[in-house]
């Protein structure tokens, strides 16, 4: 009887936080960052999940990205892409003490960004991803080391 008790907490537990809030912005941000890339990861019709560390592309560091959060709900994102610098309506948004986490879509829903910094150890993870509708999406993981 208690397995099953043990079964159907984890059940309930697991189903409640998928129906968690999508914007919890606990605190106010407003912070300045450069970032260094790591290395990237694509998954394209030419590669599938392959990975590229950052001295074999010819891509740049991040100069200048910004995070501006405002309690309750105001999160904007700049110098990591246009797409997000241009956008004010972010599907995902959690901000705290922590993480900054945010994901972004086009009025189509066939491209997402979405991104996340751990505040502590400086790291970020963006990513792309293209034609969602199609079974050949192509996905864009950039690894940059942020202070």
Do not use: W
Request: net charge neutral.
């Amino acid at each position: 009887m208690i397995k099953y008790f043990v079964y159907i907490s984890l059940g309930l537990l697991t189903f409640n936080l998928s129906f968690a809030k999508n914007i919890d912005i606990q605190e106010d941000v407003k912070i300045g960052l450069v970032c260094e890339l790591e290395k990237k990861i694509l998954k394209n019709s030419e590669y599938n999940y392959k990975t590229f560390l950052a001295k074999d592309l010819n891509e740049k560091n991040l100069d200048q990205f910004e995070i501006d959060a405002k309690q309750p709900e105001k999160l904007l994102i700049n110098g990591l892409s246009m797409f997000l610098s241009k956008n004010k309506k972010f599907d995902v948004k959690v901000v705290n003490k922590d993480i900054v986490l945010f994901k972004a879509f086009d009025e189509k829903k066939n491209y997402s960004e979405s991104g996340i910094i751990n505040r502590k150890s400086g790291e970020l993870v963006h990513e792309i991803t293209k034609d969602l509708k199609s079974d050949n999406f192509e996905k864009d993981i950039s690894f940059y080391t942020c202070s």
